[in-house]
T-cell receptor, first 114, second 118 residues
């Protein structure tokens, strides 16, 4: 089955500082990759998705960017964090795995911008 | 645009009670998938079920059951004989396929916080 490594688990960053969250996937190849964000007390919102290396689609206008430098690596970045960037960020992978086709979420990064 | 509505923000029950979590969705697609996820306090999303739009059979898995009705665009989730360990946030989600076998982008409801008291 697919395994997603997402780090760090928790992050506290000052306003205006840069951000880099990394997600790597094992157990599949050429997956569709997704970044979701969950604001406090709310549902999950899709931020970016990628269907291949270097291919990034943005779902909502925002202060963040995403990159996919390798097939199973997905990075979420910001040059200058805003208070509104605080939230719980989840990476997801969708692809063929040993027991069929699956959609798997990582364990998430809780980001607090102060 | 796709939309998922979970009208129940919070539900509180006593252990052993049955509880139903409602999910209503909107989509123009004829082929789509519906999901339910459980989010315990640790934050990770635990997959519970996936149902495609052509399969309206109800499903039962242990104490969990799901009722999918295309006529009312609903995909409700029932926990029978609830337990304290069922306390969590539950999300219903609707997919928008990117093509091929992809389930695609998920649109989530706002979630229902379920608290089961001993």
């Amino acid at each position: 089955s697919q395994t997603i490594h997402q780090w760090p688990a928790t992050l506290v960053q000052p306003v205006g500082s840069p951000l880099s969250l990394e997600c790597t996937v094992e157990g599949t190849s050429n997956p569709n990759l997704y970044w979701y964000r969950q604001a406090a007390g709310r549902g999950l919102q899709l931020l970016f998705y990628s269907v291949g290396i270097g291919q990034i689609s943005s779902e909502v206008p925002q202060n963040l960017s995403a990159s996919r430098p390798q097939d199973r690596q997905f990075i979420l970045s910001s040059k200058k964090l805003l208070l509104s960037d605080s939230g719980f960020y989840l990476c997801a992978s969708e692809g063929e795995q040993g027991d069929g086709y699956g959609y798997t979420f990582g364990s998430g990064t809780r980001l607090t911008v102060v | 645009a796709q939309k998922v509505t979970q009208a129940q923000t919070e539900i509180s029950v006593v252990e052993k009670e049955d509880v139903t979590l409602d999910c209503v969705y909107e989509t123009r697609d004829t082929t789509y998938y519906l999901f339910w996820y459980k989010q315990p306090p640790s934050g990770e999303l635990v997959f519970l079920i996936r149902r495609n739009s052509f399969d309206e059979q109800n499903e039962i898995s242990g104490r969990y059951s799901w009722n999918f009705q295309k006529s009312t665009s609903s995909f409700n989730f029932t926990i029978t004989a609830s337990q304290v360990v069922d306390s969590a946030v539950y999300f219903c989600a609707l997919s928008e396929a990117l093509g091929g076998t992809s389930y695609g982008k998920l649109t989530f409801g706002q979630g229902t916080i379920l608290t089961v008291h001993p």
